[in-house]
């Protein structure tokens, strides 16, 4: 019924069902929904292969046709070769049976209506089934021939439409309905799907995700280090239900996490994950706030509700009930690293506000300290008239000059302690060494500088810099578009290069010279930049090697990335209104000299 409305169904196992399982099917025949229900015939239905040669629909009617309840024999069931396995198919191990009561099992009868009717003073819940063979009704209280009609007032009688015909259609009390059947179905519509305007609808919100390995594939809660990574969407419950008969300040509503995209794939060997969904109330100081909640959150707030289980089907649907406020609903595959699409939609009886969690993009500016003309780290590579603004984080006001000049700038001696550190004098000898008598390197020289300083660093277990990632380190920062760096600019890229260790360290728990791509969406916010997740998508997806790991190199070269990319950005927002205007000229140049 899904595939033909649109509309998002629930199953419910009569004997299991809620203490308002009456009132969730009243409400859905005001709602226009589709209801279906059925008796197991105690034996229910089992996979096999249909027999060589007969079609399924002449094998369902042979079936009707003999009504001895005899079964399908073993011998019959032969399989059938298609491509390179063979064609499985659903087929009852036992023909639909009609009980002493006339109702039939293992059949499929529609809900039309719901009524309450008075009998003798006193009111009774009634179902109305259809038998869609047109014949074949309950015979028991309440249906058509029941000898006990006499007694209900003739308007009554008008109002439930009562009328003795084979027609398929039947009136039952709804204990006798609960007795019976052991299965419902109801398939809740949207209201573009529904004829009538007088018709009370649902109020849905549809959000469509994925999940992406290595970055937000983090698993169920059983995996709490990448639990959090999952996307997260925001839920806000802002009306209760308008129930008169109920105290409760409650919302009700339904939500539905379906699979994208995995039955057209399965040629390809692509099976239905196992999925399932967490929803945590948002605590009221976080109310508003879009910022995707982090690790420490979920390790101590428990969920205020759940799908029932983690089930590879197609669709995975609950109803619940909670009070008004904001909650994050998080959808997941049961084990972690499983790339798909999905969909998760939210049919709420009342106004509810639905949307995935998205961090605002942006990089942390330290407080100006002084008025001076720092390094601009972007290079005018567009239009050498352009202003491209200043690095407010530099505390170095010198620009780029040339090889006399440099020569020409009192140098602080080697001596003197309280102008140059240690490491400042190491670097400075190490640089004059290999630059030469310009004082300035190109990739080469920058990744032996580079390497030869990290390699003394015996606690940080990297193969060093390649020749690319030197290439560009020196695109981003180069300011004249030289192809070079003076001393000045590698000291400050060193400084930038020594924060980032720091992080890198942070997060290299066990010391393997790698970090797990997960940890990569802290390590950038550590870093003071704030990415959504299609950013930390390409950052894994750039980076990461095919165990989602993310070596030293690669993680210097992403953070170079990003600070020269936000720095280029700023430069060219004049009025910071995040927008940018650029021509194909200044596109490439700034793109492809990266």
């Known amino acids: 019924m899904e595939d033909f409305t649109g509309g998002v169904t629930e199953f419910f196992e009569i004997k299991d069902a809620p203490r308002d399982m009456y009132k969730i099917m009243k409400k859905a025949i005001e709602r226009g929904s589709l209801m279906g229900c059925s008796i197991d015939d105690g034996t229910n239905m089992t996979y096999g292969t249909s027999p060589s040669g007969l079609k399924m629909g002449e094998l369902i009617a042979r079936m009707v046709r003999n009504m001895d309840n005899s079964q399908l024999r073993d011998s019959d069931l032969v399989p059938r070769g298609s491509d390179d396995r063979p064609t499985r198919t659903i087929v009852p191990v036992q023909y639909e049976t009609r009980m002493a009561c006339g109702l039939v099992k293992g059949h499929a009868y529609s809900v039309t209506g719901l009524e309450e009717a008075l009998f003798k003073g006193e009111k009774v819940k009634l179902v109305r089934l259809r038998n869609p063979w047109g014949q074949v009704e309950w015979n028991g209280s309440w249906s058509d021939g029941w000898k006990d009609w006499s007694f209900v007032d003739k308007a009554e009688k008008a109002r439930l439409q009562h009328q003795v015909t084979e027609d398929g259609e039947f009136w039952m009390s709804y204990d006798d309905f609960i007795y019976h059947f052991t299965k419902l179905e109801i398939c809740n519509l949207t209201a573009d799907a529904l004829e009538s305007d007088k018709l009370q609808t649902w109020t849905v919100s549809v959000n469509e995700g994925r999940w992406v390995r290595g970055c937000s594939a983090g698993g169920c809660r059983n995996f709490p280090d990448t639990f959090w990574t999952n996307p997260q969407y925001r839920l806000k419950l802002l009306e209760e239900d308008d129930d008169p008969d109920d105290s409760e300040v409650i919302c009700s509503f339904l939500v539905a996490l379906m699979q994208k995209n995995r039955r057209k ?85 009342k106004r509810n506000l639905s949307e995935e969690v998205e961090n605002t993009i942006s990089v942390d500016r330290p407080v100006k300290k002084k008025k001076t003309k720092p390094i601009i780290f972007v290079s005018d590579r567009a239009n050498s008239n352009k202003d491209l603004g200043v690095d407010q984080e530099s505390e170095e006001g010198k620009d780029k000059t040339s090889p006399d000049k440099q020569e020409k700038s009192p140098q602080p001696r080697p001596g003197n302690t309280d102008q140059e550190s240690e490491e400042q004098l190491q670097f400075r000898n190490i640089f004059r060494q290999i630059a030469g008598d310009d004082m300035e390197v190109c990739a080469d020289e920058l990744k032996n500088i580079l390497n030869t300083v990290v390699n003394k660093h015996k606690d940080l277990k990297t193969q060093g810099f390649t020749l690319e990632s030197c290439r560009s380190m020196i695109a981003l920062m180069d300011t004249d578009g030289s192809g070079r760096l003076n001393l000045q600019e590698f000291h400050h890229l060193w400084k930038k290069i020594k924060a980032w260790q720091r992080i890198f360290k942070h997060y290299d728990t066990d010391q393997s010279g790698t970090i797990n791509s997960y940890e990569m969406r802290n390590a950038v916010n550590d870093a003071g930049f704030h990415l959504n997740s299609q950013l930390y998508d390409i ?26 990319m936000f720095r280029a950005f700023n430069a060219f927002d004049k009025d910071g209104d995040g927008i940018i205007k650029l021509n194909v000229l200044e596109w490439l140049q700034l793109t492809m000299y990266a």
């Open 539 to 564: 950052i894994t997806m750039r980076y990461a090697d095919k165990h989602m790991n993310i070596d030293f190199d690669s993680f210097i070269c992403c953070f170079v990335r990003l600070e020269g």
């Open 265 to 349: 794939d399965r040629k390809l060997g692509a099976n239905l994950f196992t999925i399932g969904f967490a929803i945590y109330e948002v605590p009221k100081e976080m109310h508003g706030n879009k910022q995707h909640l982090q690790k420490d959150f979920f390790l101590y707030n428990a969920s205020k509700a759940r799908s029932k289980t983690y089930i590879n089907m197609r669709e995975v649907s609950e109803r619940f009930r909670l009070p008004p406020s904001e909650y994050v609903i998080v959808p997941s595959t049961y084990e972690p690293h499983q790339e798909g699409e999905f969909i998760l939609r939210v049919f709420s009886e």
